[in-house]
């Protein structure tokens, strides 16, 4: 399966400020989906990411806080924009696997807001 | 609302024993099933996927599916203290690739 690199693994941020969480795959990929999962709950998709295409979004998030780049096939990023202390959770990008025998997900990002 | 229940636990089970994790979904059209083992702190692994009814082995670990009472289950037989984590159920609808997933059901294997 796919192996993912996700940085940063952790870091704590003013409100107000931005982040960019950046996924780099081993393999070229059609889709990478970003997760979303705050404390003791289950994992929540923020939106999937499409090579030259924009991303497309779930009910409740939106481009301009999340905004998600994807300039080819191994890479993306997405950025909490504006961030305030109830965006403290931890990110995940995934891929689908080779064989659509499931999803690999990356490390994770652990963002504290304060 | 396509939901996927789990009950959260905890479950406890002593070393050796056979831990079994339920999970029910309500969208009938759905098509696949995973299993993902969550440790604290870390990112969910894939243990296990079926995709048609019965049961489907791997080492310790054997998922069953039941497509018209719409369960999934998974036995974990001679249970570890490593297997200690949260289980995750995972449900794919279709052909649609989003994943409907549950809330979890922490498994504690005591030694």
């Known amino acids: 399966s796919a192996v993912i690199s996700q940085k940063p693994s952790r870091d704590i941020c003013q409100r107000g400020t931005s982040l960019t969480i950046q996924c780099q795959v081993d393999?070229?990929?059609?889709?990478m989906f970003w997760y979303r999962q705050q404390p003791g709950q289950s994992l929540t998709l923020i939106a999937t990411a499409n090579q030259g295409s924009e991303a497309t979004y779930e009910s409740g998030f939106v481009i301009d806080k999340f905004p998600i780049s994807r300039p080819n096939l191994t890479f993306s990023t997405l950025t909490v924009s504006n961030m305030s202390p109830e965006d403290s959770s931890i990110y995940l990008c995934s891929v689908e696997s080779i064989s659509l025998a499931g999803y690999t997900f990356g490390s994770g990002t652990r963002l504290t807001v304060v | 609302q396509k939901e996927v229940e789990q009950n959260s636990g905890p479950l406890s089970v002593p070393e050796g024993a056979i831990a079994s994790l339920n999970c029910t979904y309500s969208d009938r059209g759905s098509q696949s099933f995973f299993w993902y083992r969550q440790y604290s702190g870390k990112s969910p692994e894939l243990i296990m996927f079926i995709y048609s009814n019965g049961d489907k082995e791997d080492g310790r670990f054997t998922a069953q599916l039941n497509k018209a009472s719409q369960y999934v289950s998974l036995l974990i037989r001679d249970s570890q203290p490593s297997d200690s984590a949260t289980y995750l159920c995972?449900?794919?609808?279709?052909?649609?690739?989003?994943?409907?997933w549950g809330l979890g059901t922490s498994l504690a294997v005591n030694p």
């Open positions: 995972v449900v794919r609808a279709g052909n649609n690739r989003k994943l409907i």
């Open positions: 393999s070229q990929v059609t889709m």
